[in-house]
């Protein structure tokens, strides 16, 4: 049948919720800095009590909560958009999280040391599984 490749197979899931439960199933052990990881958009009125879902800040980069994907179904961190969005960005959509550093002090504050990661979105990601990565939706610049 022709040669193997060793490229998985494309698969687009009917909702963020299940790529993002596939996303967790995949993931690698313990978290890299500057290492790529999916994470999906939570509420922080929901989670936190905030006034809003997500804030928009003044140069229009967004202040989101976002659940990371992990082997044990992910964990709470805080982050924001490298630039501002030119697509809208809604609670449950799938991002591109970055980690950057880990602040032991920020970890503290929690009941899982992950929260302390501090990293940055940089993209909007389809629920979509091509070419052995994640189909991109927006890539902010």
Same mark, same amino acid.
């Given at each position: 049948?022709?040669? *193997?490749? &060793? $490229?998985? @197979? %494309?698969? !687009? ?13 995949? +993931? ?18 929901? *989670?936190? &009590? $905030?006034? @809003? %879902?997500? !804030? ?13 994907? +992990? ?20 609670? &449950? ?49």
């Amino acid at each position: 049948m022709g040669e *193997e490749t &060793g $490229a998985s @197979e %494309p698969k !687009s899931f009917d909702t963020t919720l299940e790529a993002f439960a596939q996303a967790c199933a995949d +993931a690698e052990e313990g978290i890299v800095p500057e290492q790529p990881m999916v994470g999906i958009v939570l509420d922080a009125k929901d *989670e936190f &009590g $905030a006034d @809003e %879902p997500m !804030s928009v800040e003044d140069d229009g980069c967004l202040r989101l909560t976002l659940r990371v994907a +992990a082997k044990d179904g992910g964990f709470i961190a805080l982050s924001k958009t490298t630039y501002a969005p030119k697509q809208e960005v809604k609670v &449950g959509d799938l991002v591109c999280w970055v980690p950057l550093k880990h602040e032991a002090a920020l970890a503290e504050q929690a009941n899982d040391e992950r929260f302390g990661w501090i990293g940055l979105v940089f993209a909007t990601l389809e629920p979509d599984w091509v070419e052995d990565e994640w189909a991109l939706r927006e890539f902010y610049e």
